[in-house]
């Protein structure tokens, strides 16, 4: 069993700032991807940014530049800081966990994110 805890979202004006974590708990293998996705009102979820296990990074074309993801692998979380913020990042913030080679992933509750302009 894996569960996936996200806090730090919020209310913020257009340009600031937020850091999102996401901490895994359970059977987790070492070898494995953690990331951020997004879904607004209306809107599929899709990918924000993820980070393997070995550090290697992806980002949406929309948040490269202004979001960072990194990770702990010893504390199993993962962080997005969030930078120059936009009305149009406003969405709810979603962690998923997958580990390669399997058809297990986990995702956790969701944390709000809003900017406002």
């Known amino acids: 069993q894996v569960q996936l805890v996200e806090s730090g979202g919020g209310l913020v004006q257009a340009g600031g700032s937020l850091r999102l974590s996401c901490a895994a708990s359970?059977?987790?293998?070492?070898?494995?991807?953690m990331g951020w996705y997004r879904q607004a009102p209306g809107k599929q979820r899709e990918l924000v940014a993820a980070?393997?296990?070995?550090?290697?990074?992806n980002y949406a074309y929309s948040v490269k530049g202004r979001f960072t993801i990194s990770r702990d692998n010893a504390k199993n979380t993962v962080y997005l800081q969030m930078n120059s913020l936009k009305p149009e990042d406003t969405a709810g913030y979603y962690c998923?966990?997958?580990?390669?080679?399997?058809?297990?992933?986990?995702w956790g509750q969701g944390t709000q994110v809003t900017v406002s302009s």
């Open positions: 998923k966990l997958d580990f390669p080679g399997t058809k297990n992933d986990y």
């Open positions: 980070i393997t296990s070995g550090g290697s990074t």
């Open positions: 359970g059977s987790i293998f070492s070898i494995n991807v």
